[in-house]
T-cell receptor, first 114, second 114 residues
Framework: GEDVEQSLFLSVREGDSSVINCTYT??????LYWYKQEPGAGLQLLTY?????DMKQDQRLTVLLNKKDKHLSLRIADTQTGDSAIYFC??????????????FGRGTQLTVWP | ETGVTQTPRHLVMGMTNKKSLKCEQH?????MYWYKQSAKKPLELMFV???????ENNSVPSRFSPECPNSSHLFLHLHTLQPEDSALYLC?????????????FGQGTRLTVV
């Protein structure tokens, strides 16, 4: 299996909350990240969480980490049409020999309907 | 300019051509990366440079040749590519500190091999 897994698609109505889920396999993961990619653009770092935290909130974004289940989620409150994009989960850990190595999921396409 | 800049944004090349992709970061970071993003496939890490030294080469075919002349610039030299190499090539940089890696991405180069 892959190191980081996400569901591929999510559709929500404007104004509702969106929850994008991610699971990872490496228990030594130290930092977990959420990136956003809009059409024709690169990846934009949205937020990250250190593995000794359970939750992190930043305006409309809430990240929840369940380290026991190796589950990460991103909740977007009051989702807007401008939030439509692909959201990538990523993690960095101390496995392998390369510092700075990120492991990405396949991305979740979020579609927001007006 | 700020951030990570990639040129060109779009490139169409024949299979016998030689071309180069350029990436420049203005963030003072110590690591730079090349990623390949193809439709329906996970983001693929191609090369990693830490302090100008190549620390990872993920079994990338020799028709892709990276060059990192200094910590701010990264090139990807292309020659005799195949149609399946058509993809979005993303450059990223980060300041690697322990296992925390907040990668900042460029807008990407959309490459089409004909």
């Amino acid at each position: 299996g892959e190191d980081v897994e996400q569901s591929l698609f999510l559709s929500v109505r404007e104004g509702d909350s969106s929850v994008i889920n991610c699971t990872y396999t490496d228990s030594s993961s130290t930092y977990l990240y959420w990136y956003k990619q809009e059409p024709g653009a690169g990846l934009q770092l949205l937020t990250y969480i250190f593995s000794n935290m359970d939750m992190k909130q930043d305006q409309r974004l809430t990240v929840l980490l369940n380290k026991k289940d190796k589950h990460l989620s991103l909740r977007i409150a009051d989702t807007q049409t401008g939030d439509s994009a692909i959201y990538f989960c990523a993690e960095s850990s101390n496995r392998g020999s390369t510092l700075g190595r990120l492991y990405f999921g396949r991305g979740t396409q979020l579609t927001v309907w007006p | 300019e700020t951030g990570v800049t990639q040129t060109p944004r779009h490139l169409v090349m024949g299979m016998t051509n030689k071309k180069s992709l350029k990436c420049e970061q203005h963030l003072g970071h110590n690591a730079m990366y090349w990623y390949k993003q193809s439709a329906k496939k996970p983001l693929e890490l191609m090369f990693v440079y830490n302090f100008k030294e190549q620390t990872e080469n993920n079994s990338v075919p020799s028709r892709f040749s990276p060059e990192c002349p200094n910590s701010s610039h990264l090139f990807l030299h292309l020659h005799t590519l195949q149609p399946e190499d058509s993809a979005l090539y993303l450059c990223a940089s980060s300041q690697v500190s322990g296992y925390r890696t907040e990668a900042f991405f460029g807008q990407g180069t959309r490459l089409t091999v004909v």
